[in-house]
Every structure is written in C-alpha cells, then in structure tokens.
C-alpha cells in the first residue's frame, strides 16, 4: 500500500484494531514516524514506511459488500488437521484484511454452530480464541464504519451467516 497517513486519519492496523493518528513527525534516521492511537487506549509509533505497510483505511461501503459475501459463502468444513486450520486462520487473522476477517468469523461460527448441533459444546479453545478475536475486530470496524451500535454490527455478522 503507497498511502499517506495525516493526523486524524482513522485507520486498522490487523495486530491492534481501529485507531486513529495523532501525529506525524520527522525522527533520527527515518524521514518520517507516525503515532497511532487504538480504541483500546494503546499508542503505536511507526515509521512511515512501515507504517504503509502494516496500516490501511477503515473499509467503506464496498469492502463491506465483500464481507457479507464472504461471511454468506457456504464453505465445506472438511477434516483439515488442526494444525493445518489454525496456521491458516493465524494467517488471515494477523493479514489485516477485512475480508479474511469475516472468513475466520464466517468458519467459526460454522464450527460452533456444528459442535452444538453434536451435543458437543463448543470448539476447541485455540479456535475458539482466534474465532472470537476476528469477530471483535470485524464487529468494531463494522459499527465504526457504518456509524452503528456493536451490538448491531454483532447482528448483522450472525445475520449474514445465516447463524443464531
């Protein structure tokens, strides 16, 4: 991503979530640092240049188009290895695109919704951990770009897959 960041920018960062940037300076060896604040009250400081890679803008209307999608694709839940499936989800957990949120979201929820209909309970905890992290990732920037409550945001996301 070439982007230019400016105070004031709202932006998601994958390891940390929504923030917004507070300053823009020039330090030491690298032209330019940028400082992010997150929502839940961490503060970053980033070279620019890693910055434009780790960093993108909130998602607008479209990208959500492409969550609802994602999150409305039917997708076989094959025996894939655990180790296997939880690389992968690792993967699209720490990507930073919202898409591969909702698709970690999407086959959590899938995974949940199969253990209960087993009698079962729930997933094991690992995929349960990472499940809920991108869904709290995805609900925040959900809510944060359509200006709506989390807890629709939350039943959009459970809409969509068709969970309950």
Request: charged share 25%; hydrophobic share 40%.
């Amino acid at each position: 991503m070439n982007a230019t960041f400016v105070v004031g920018d709202v932006v998601v960062y994958a390891s940390h979530g929504i923030g917004k940037v507070e300053s823009s300076r020039p330090t030491g060896a690298d032209p330019e640092t940028i400082t992010v604040r997150f929502v839940n009250g961490l503060t970053v400081t980033l070279p620019m240049a890693r910055a434009r890679e780790a960093l993108r803008p909130l998602s607008s209307e479209t990208d959500l188009d492409d969550v609802r999608h994602s999150l409305r694709a039917v997708v076989d839940q094959s025996a894939e290895p655990w180790s296997r499936r939880n690389r992968r989800t690792r993967e699209k957990l720490t990507s930073g695109t919202v898409t591969e949120l909702a698709e970690v979201v999407r086959d959590g929820l899938q995974r949940e919704q199969a253990a209960a209909s087993r009698g079962s309970g729930t997933t094991a905890p690992s995929d349960r951990q990472l499940y809920l992290q991108a869904r709290g990732l995805l609900v925040a920037e959900i809510a944060l770009c359509r200006g709506i409550e989390p807890e629709a945001a939350e039943a959009w996301i459970v809409e969509q897959v068709g969970a309950e």
